[in-house]
């Protein structure tokens, strides 16, 4: 019942930042968890950072300290705001909905990061 549309990804060098963006449509978005992904192949889809209805953020131990993640309900936008990016950073990001945080959700169809110089 809820649309997301990444953008924001694209080629950066070791060092750089990034901004990525998740516009979202067709729901209530302030009764949804949401949280950015990101996934390389071969490997599992892992978590990268999230915001609950109510704010609170957490993030993985790889990205914590150098990224924020932040949402705006009246745009219906959740943001990642990835600094100091490192080669490991490179994989598609995608964005993911909970409507009142049941899982799986609704996914994005993905931004691709690559971290290379």
């Known amino acids: 019942q809820v649309q997301l549309v990444e953008s924001g990804g694209g080629l950066v060098q070791p060092g750089g930042s990034l901004r990525l963006s998740c516009a979202a449509s067709?729901?209530?978005?302030?009764?949804?968890?949401m949280g950015w992904y990101r996934q390389v192949p071969g490997k599992q889809r892992e978590v990268v950072a999230t915001?609950?209805?109510?704010?609170?953020?957490n993030y993985a131990d790889s990205v914590k300290g150098r990224s924020t993640i932040s949402r705006d309900n009246a745009k219906k936008t959740v943001y990642l705001q990835m600094n100091s990016l490192k080669p490991e950073d490179t994989a598609v990001y995608y964005c993911?909905?909970?409507?009142?945080?049941?899982?799986?959700?609704?996914w994005g169809q993905g931004t691709q990061v690559t971290v290379s110089s």
């Open positions: 993911n909905a909970r409507r009142f945080g049941i899982s799986p959700g609704y």
């Open positions: 067709g729901g209530i978005f302030s009764i949804y968890d």
């Open positions: 915001v609950t209805r109510g704010g609170s953020t």
